[in-house]
Structure formats: C-alpha cells, structure tokens
C-alpha cells in the first residue's frame, strides 16, 4: 500500500467518492432486485435482466457524454459520475447474471437461446450505449442554441 496522500490517488479510490459509489450501488441493486421481482423470467428467458442492462447501457451513455459536455470531470460533475455513473449505473445493469443466465440456458441444452441472450445482451447493450451518446449530443445542440 502506498503511502502517498489521498489527493495523490485516482479519485474512484478516495474515501468520499468510494462513500458516493457505495450508496449509489446500493440504490441501483435495490432497483434491478425490485424489477426482477415484479418482471420474472418467461419460458427461460430472464427478460427483466435484458431489459436492465440494455436501459442501463442507454442510461449511462446519455449520462456520461452529457457530463462530458459540461466540462472537466471536477467538483460537481464528478461526484454526480460516481454516484449515479460508477455508483447507481453499476449496482443496477449485471454482467454477472448475464453470464450466468446465458450458461444456465446453455447448460439446460437451450443453445439457441443461449447464445442470442448473450450475444444479443452485448450487441444491443452497444447500441443504447450509442443512442444514449447520440441522444445528449442532440440535447447539448438544441441548448447551445
């Protein structure tokens, strides 16, 4: 461990932010739980899981770029990236279950669907992380107007 002062570190491994991402991942886990809760898996397909990750892509790519055009990663701006971005974003989408949904559905002889859950998670992920992109450009052009 180093012993270089706090402001020396990158700051997702200060004491404050790591306080902000704490208490964002704990709102966006309790997010996802309540949504696979209420949305349960049909005919094997965790579509709740889909549906989180692909809005959680979306929403990240809008929040990051629309943050991005607001100006330096400081102050404000950087507390709201870890606490909603790294924070929120992180405990709602889940890579992990992706992973081990698509293994379930491979391992229960499902090849098909399994790998069209995964790959087609992935796929589409990157394209809402685009259109999230897309859409604060096109909300940062209209306000610069």
């Not at 579509?47 to 989180?52: M, N, P, S």
């Amino acid at each position: 461990m180093s012993n270089a002062p706090s402001s020396n570190r990158p700051a997702h491994l200060r004491q404050p932010y790591l306080g902000l991402a704490l208490i964002g991942g704990t709102f966006g886990t309790a997010a996802r739980e309540a949504i696979t809760l209420a949305f349960p898996s049909a005919d094997g397909i965790p579509w709740a899981i889909f549906a989180v990750n692909i809005l959680g892509a979306f929403l990240l790519g809008l929040l990051l770029d629309a943050l991005a055009r607001m100006g330096p990663d400081e102050g404000r701006r950087r507390r709201l990236r870890i606490l909603v971005g790294t924070g929120f974003m992180g405990g709602f989408t889940t890579y992990s279950a992706l992973a081990t949904d698509t293994a379930s559905l491979l391992g229960e002889g499902d090849v098909g669907a399994g790998i069209t859950y995964g790959l087609g998670t992935v796929l589409v992920g990157g394209l809402a992380t685009w259109a999230g992109i897309a859409t604060a450009a096109v909300a940062h052009s209209r306000g610069a107007k």
